[in-house]
């Protein structure tokens, strides 16, 4: 056995902050950038069409394909809020919010592309 009494320090040790990390900051980020992205594809979209352009195709072509790989970057960014939630020394307030925002906003995302192409897909006779 051991003959010494364990020793304690005579204070004690301070307790390690906890910080904000890159994962949840990133997973919100993701979060706002795609919800912009969209916003500003849908106005500049608006715009054109209204405008009655001829790049107004081209334009609705390339924010159709925007929105259909948001919802992946919103899978992207929960799963980086979810990690970051699991680790022991981090702050929780930024990886909560991402993972709210990209699961609300991922959630909108899938259900309008659902519709949408349910919509389409009607329009073409699929259903008949």
């Known amino acids: ?9 005579a204070y004690p040790l301070p307790p390690i902050a906890r910080k904000t990390s890159r994962l949840g900051k ?3 980020m993701i979060a706002l950038g795609i ?42 960014g929960l799963i980086l809020g979810v990690v970051d939630v699991c680790r022991k020394n981090s702050k929780k307030l930024t990886p909560v919010l991402g993972i709210v925002g990209n699961a609300v906003l991922g959630g909108i995302g899938l259900t309008w592309l659902v519709i949408v192409g349910n919509l389409m897909l009607q329009s073409l ?3 008949r």
């Open 1 to 9: 056995m051991n003959e010494y009494p364990q020793q304690y320090p």
């Open 26 to 28: 990133a997973s919100f």
């Open 35 to 76: 919800f912009l992205l969209v916003i500003a594809s849908l106005v500049v979209m608006l715009l054109f069409s209204l405008n009655g352009s001829k790049a107004a195709s081209t334009i609705i072509g390339i924010s159709l394909v925007g929105w259909i790989f948001a919802p992946a970057g919103h899978l992207v």
């Open 125 to 127: 006779g699929a259903f």
